[in-house]
Structure formats: structure tokens, C-alpha cells
Nanobody
């Protein structure tokens, strides 16, 4: 089992920045690719970003490319999502997720463990 706890959400004006953090406990953190997803009211949960086990590879949804940055610290068992130039359409509950993998993949689906989510609200 892997337990994931997100933090750092809040209310920000359009054009502002927020940094989300996810702390992992349980199994060996570096065995898991890590991802961020989001779900807006009335919409399905969608992929935002992923980072490979060693942190060498990243992958982003087109909607956040160039604005968001995902990174991880395997010594601290954390993954961070830095969000810049935020837009009202970024408003959602953001979830951290872990996917067990033996490769350097950056998956967009099929994650094994999920956090409870943190609310991000961007006002116009």
C-alpha cells in the first residue's frame, strides 16, 4: 500500500501561481511513477502531468504544457506540481497518484494509488 497526501491548494487570481505537494508513505517511493490529475465540477478526472520513477522523464497534458512543472524528490518521498500563469479553467480538485512500474514510463492512466485531493480555485 502507498498512502498519498496532497497539500498546497487554495484560492489564487488568474495569472498567479501555486505549488502543490504530495507526500508518500508506505512502499518504496522510487518504484512508482507519479502523476497529477484534476477533476473540475461536472467533468471527468483528467491527466495533468507525470514524472518517471527516477525523475528523468516528464509528460504533460497539452492544456498545461509550458505553465506547469512536475518534479520529485525520492529522498523525501515527495512530488511537486508547480503551477504558473493559472487560468480560471484550471479550477479543480487536484489528485496525486502513484503507479508501480519497472520502466521509466510516464503513464497517463492506470494508476494504482490515489490521494484525497486538494482544491485549487482560480478567480478571474
Amino acid at each position: 500500500q502507498v498512502q498519498l497526501v496532497e497539500s498546497g491548494g487554495g484560492l489564487v487570481q488568474a495569472g498567479g501561481s501555486l505549488t502543490l505537494s504530495c507526500a508518500a508513505t508506505g512502499r518504496t517511493f522510487s518504484d512508482y511513477a507519479m502523476g497529477w490529475f484534476r477533476q473540475a465540477p461536472g467533468k471527468e478526472r483528467e491527466f495533468v502531468a507525470a514524472v518517471s520513477r527516477a525523475g528523468r522523464r516528464t509528460h504533460y497534458a497539452d492544456s498545461v504544457k509550458g505553465r506547469f512543472t512536475i518534479s520529485r524528490d525520492n529522498a523525501m518521498n515527495t512530488v511537486v506540481l508547480r503551477m504558473n500563469s493559472l487560468k480560471p479553467e484550471d479550477t479543480a480538485v487536484y489528485f496525486c497518484a502513484a503507479d508501480y512500474t519497472v520502466t521509466g514510463a510516464t503513464p497517463t492512466h492506470g494508476y494504482d494509488y490515489w490521494g484525497q485531493g486538494t482544491q485549487v480555485t482560480v478567480s478571474s
